[in-house]
C-alpha cells in the first residue's frame, strides 16, 4: 500500500528563517528609538513613562547621545503633583554581536532636567490664586545610567531593542536610585 500511494521526498528542507529574513547591517552607526519606563528622578514613587531615542557609533566600543522624556502625576489630598524628567546622556558600551543579536553594557552620564508643577486640588473652587493655587519648579541634576541591552536584527537594517538598568540621581546632596527601561525599535545601515 505505501509503495502504490508515493510520496514526494525531498533532498532540501524548507529555507532556513535567515534567508526568508535576510540581515543588510553590520555598519557601525546605530539609531533607536522607544518607549522608555522607569522611576522619576529623585522621586521614589510611581512610575514615569514616556519616549526616548539614542545614537551610537562603532562595533566592540560604540559612543554616542541619548535622551528620553518622561512623565510621572501623583496626587495626595491636597496636591496633584506632576513631574517631568528629560535625561540627556553621553554614553559608552561594550557590545557583541552574537548571529542576529547584540548584546551591550551602556553607561550614560549626564544631567537630567526636572520640571515639577504643583495644583492645589479644589484650589479653584476656594477661590485661590497665584503661588497658593500652582506651583512650578526647575532643576538640573546630575545623574547616570548603567543598562543592559538586547538589540535582535528582524529584517534587513531593522532592531527590535530591549535596554534597562539601575540609574542614579544626585539631587539635595543625596543619591537617589532607580532603574529605567526602554523598549523600541532600531536602524543599523
Known sequence: MVALGGARVRAEGPPPAD???PVR???RLALDAGLTFGLPAAWQTGLSTGVGAGVMVG???AWGLRASWSTATESSLAW???RQDIRLRAAGAVQHAVGRGVFALRLGLG???VHEGRVRNQGMRAGLTGSDLEQATFATL???DLEAVVAVHVA???LMILSGG???TLADGTIHGGWTTLLGAGWQP
Open 80 to 82: 496633584t503633583v506632576t
Open 59 to 61: 562595533r566592540r566600543w
Open 25 to 27: 547591517s553590520g555598519g
Open 19 to 21: 534567508d526568508a529574513w
Open 111 to 113: 544631567p537630567t532636567v
Open 156 to 158: 534587513g537594517p531593522w
Open 166 to 168: 539601575p540609574s542614579v
Open 142 to 144: 546630575p545623574a547616570a
